[in-house]
């Protein structure tokens, strides 16, 4: 396993915006990229991936909102999730994912509420 590091996050009003990060070590530019989220009282769903060759995937909950991408620096890689007219039904605790290393970021809340 390795040690993903998540940033950003927090309470935002209905239609607002949220960007989150989720760092890796360099080694693991090889491996496809993925974010989830856990909404309390619920099981964890996918929400969208970005494979090695930066093809992009999301769940139809979020098509149209959300941007996932990554960046690529000498011994870090960092994908973000952009998250756009956020919903109060996006509010969950979002996870990133390295899909090679079965690894998984910390967590960080997202409350989207008036």
């Known amino acids: 396993q390795v040690q993903l590091v998540q940033s950003g996050g927090g309470l935002v009003q209905p239609g607002g915006s949220l960007r989150l990060s989720c760092t890796a070590p360099?080694?693991?530019?090889?491996?496809?990229m993925a974010w989830y989220r856990q909404a309390a009282g619920k099981q964890r769903e996918w929400v969208s991936s970005i494979s090695i060759d930066g093809s992009t995937d999301y769940a139809d909950s979020v098509k149209g909102r959300f941007t996932i991408s990554k960046d690529k620096a000498k011994d870090t890689v960092t994908v973000y999730l952009q998250m756009n007219s956020l919903k109060a039904e996006d509010t969950a605790m979002y996870f990133c994912n390295c899909v090679d290393f079965s690894s998984w970021g910390q967590g960080t809340q997202v409350t989207v509420s008036s």
């Open positions: 360099g080694f693991t530019r090889h491996s496809a």
